[in-house]
């Protein structure tokens, strides 16, 4: 089942050089699966999520259709709009620590995304916040919960991100670059919280990261990005057998653990121009 | 400052915040030219080590040198002037209201260097951004756009050491790719040091000569890079990092 259709989505900000599309008329569907996008920095991956929660602020302009769950997102109003958001569509951004909010314990930003969901008494409440950053491998939740964003770790702050906008048990969660500061182990249990989500939940997952074995590992399908295009897009497991050059391009500048190279292949970023 | 056999010495180091400690009895040298890792578990102080170095965390006790001077307690020109950070988040620390242009330039401005304009348009271009990037502000960027603007602002004042707080994280494998090599070039055209911080230990493969391995505010381990080719590592938490990432 669809849970989200994407059609033909331009976003474009006016630049000195005229207006630009950094999102060049992209489609896809979404159903209640995990999908990775991949692809170079300045791609259009971060524009692409924040279009579909309608994010993008003016003089910035978003095109195309969006429809989850059967309605149309382009018409709701920005009441309705607002109470979409972080109940049933969450999106965790790739800046954490920046996102939230500098003046607010994080334990009370969770409660306040909780809150959206359901109502609780306030001892009750706390023991979800409590739990959940648990779940997130917070090792001294009682301590954390009380910490400033400036107050945490660089890899805290993704996780106190992580457990904000999963505590609404939502249908829909954009992940941007949900994992890049924590360690493997750390980032496999999370990853793992995500999916049950996915499983149990029927959640569906759009999770954006420049990290390929991880998406291959980890994904469904993944559809890969460059300059505001999809270039290609196939299942996770066969991503080590893509066929565009760009993508294999993307392979090969991953670093090795036994790395023997000593310079890095990058990309020549005109072989595929225009492509 | 002259040349150094070491460029980073730190020796019994302790770090608090508001009294409570975070790191514990913190031990390492740094030889010049040398690139150094600092790898752990997330919120085992590995950022609060390198901001101890660059005079940000005041509270911190025992010994810490960079290159032969003693060190501080708050942010300090001169060591600026030899020895850079670049910040684990670069949303934070790219001022909303200053231009690309702007960022670059002040260093500049502030340890009075001539030839603003050519140096800009060379860190740009070092970190594989164009000049349309030039007078952007920080919000009409992406991620891995912002964090080569505040590698390039580290780079600027051409320091002698630099502290990199997981430099490559916010990039996509490509520009990953042309950091880490512009990274290597430095270092062999200039003796560059780096004291750098990431978790992905491909990473430490492929710029690193060693590695420390914090967990729980101390380090647990400090061994060579070549260790990642064959897992010989003695201690049990790092031993699961490693295969976690995939080592065997
Ligand atoms: N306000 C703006 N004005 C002009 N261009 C903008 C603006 N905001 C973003 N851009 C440009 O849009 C492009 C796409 O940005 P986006 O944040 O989607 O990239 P991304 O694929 O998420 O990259 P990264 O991997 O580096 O995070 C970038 O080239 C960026 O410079
Ligand atoms: N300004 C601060 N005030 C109080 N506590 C702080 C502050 N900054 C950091 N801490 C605490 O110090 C500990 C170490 O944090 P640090 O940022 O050094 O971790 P890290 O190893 O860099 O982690 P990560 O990999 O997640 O970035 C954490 O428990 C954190 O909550
Ligand atoms: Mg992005
Ligand atoms: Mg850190």
Redesign the interface.
Known sequence: MTLLSVENLVVS?P???GRVNVVDGLSFELGRERLGI??????GK?MTGRAILRLIRPPGRVEGRLSFEGQDLTSLGERDMRALRGARISMIM??P??SLNPVMTVGTQIEEALRVHERLPRRDMRARVRDMLEAVRIDDPDRVARLYP????????Q?VMIAMMLIPRPSLLIAD?PT???????Q?DVLRLIDDLVRDHGMGLILIS?D??LVARYCDRILVMNAGRMVETCDAGDLHAASHPYTK??LA???????T???????DRSAWAGT | MGRHMTAISLSHVDIAYDGQRVVHDVSFEVAAGESFALVGESGSGKSTVLKAIAGLAPEWTGQIEVLGQPGSHRPDRTLARHCQMVFQDPYGSLHPRKTVDAVLSEPLTIHRIGGQDARVEQALADVGLDRRFRFRYPHQLSGGQRQRVAIARALMLEPQVMLLDEPTSALDVSVQAEILNLLKRLRRERGLTYLMVTHNLPVVSFLCERMAVMNKGRIVEIAPATALHDGAFRDPYTQKLYAASGGD
């Open positions: 900000f630049t000195s050089r991949v692809g170079e920095s300045g791609s971060s790739q800046d620590r920046y400036h107050e945490v770790s660089g890899g805290m702050g996780r670059e890049s500061a924590l360690d493997v182990s750390v496999g420049h390929l074995p391009g993307l500048a991953v670093p090795r653990m036994h790395e190279r000593d310079e890095l292949p990058v990309m």
